[in-house]
């Protein structure tokens, strides 16, 4: 069994190995030259191999052995600045700081209701909401740096928890004037020699360029917009119309009063919107208040 190095040493010899010199990392990171020599030593004792070459005007260099030793070492150190960042987030919790992510295109609509019924429930004292992309947004609650994400169950990671909120739908948003404004349902192909808008934005683009294929249409795009927010701003001009797949949640008054959101008559898939977490996440408490009050939120808006 390995045991005789320290995580510390570990890293020691990481160093090392990234400068080519003992000497060099040792003033680098404020240690000893000899403490450095201990830990290459204890690990090539207990290993029974070279990690380094010595040459004395080169400096150090792996050998084929060393290389393998670090690549096998390297979770050990992804483990370790994980846990560093969760003790961290140990403390912003007490602060009562709450740090979420939802993806940009719908972060407008569905994140202000949340945090009214959040507030509601726990009364933390500061919110720090980011907008990013699907794929930046797992990332940055993968890697610890949100405690949850808001979006579509498009890009999951294993390590994380998805919780369903509300299946997507897509529909048409035209302009409140427009004259299918009052229809039930609406068919691609009524919209066919309409001015499209074009949600040309993370996974979006890709998702409504498979919907028009699907359909064997090929959309009038007039426009071609990075945010949902243009989109929407465009079509209350009435300068053309637009597809989404999540929707706002139900205010007590209309929160779009010139924009009509007609569901879209179509088989194509459609992603589900929900809450995702890390499943060795540290924050169960607050992470049990957010899903209690998104469930809140959505239930209220179906």
Sequence with gaps: ?????????????????????????????????????????????????????????????????????????????????????????????NEQ?????????????????????????????????????SSNLVESVRTGKLIAGFGLNDFLHPSLKFVELFPTQVHIA??????????????????????FIFPNFGGASSYYSGLFDHHNIRPNTRYMVNSTEMARRLIEE????????????????????MIKRIPLKTDYWSPTFGMFYLLSSTFSNALNNIEKAARATWRQSK
């Design 1 to 93: 069994m390995f045991k005789s190095v320290s995580i510390r040493q570990l890293e020691y010899i990481r160093h090392v190995a990234n400068i080519g010199s003992i000497t060099q990392t040792a003033q680098l990171i404020n240690i000893s030259p000899s403490s450095i020599r201990e830990a290459i030593t204890a690990a090539e004792t207990e290993l029974g191999v070279r990690l380094f070459f010595r040459t004395p005007a080169k400096g150090v260099s792996l050998t084929t052995e060393g290389q393998r030793f670090l690549l096998l070492a390297e979770p050990l150190f992804e483990a370790k600045a994980q846990f560093e960042h969760q003790v961290a987030g140990i403390a912003k919790q």
């Design 97 to 133: 700081e709450l740090t979420i992510g939802v993806i940009g295109n719908v972060g407008a609509m569905v994140v202000p209701e949340l945090i009214k019924n959040l507030s509601e429930t726990v009364p933390f004292s500061r919110f720090n909401i980011v907008e990013l992309e």
């Design 174 to 195: 035209v302009n409140a004037a427009h004259s299918l404004a009052q229809k039930a349902e609406l068919e691609l192909s009524e919209m066919a020699n309409e001015p």
């Design 238 to 257: 009435g300068l053309g119309y637009s597809t989404f797949n999540a929707r706002p949640s139900i205010h007590r008054h209309n929160p779009e009063p």
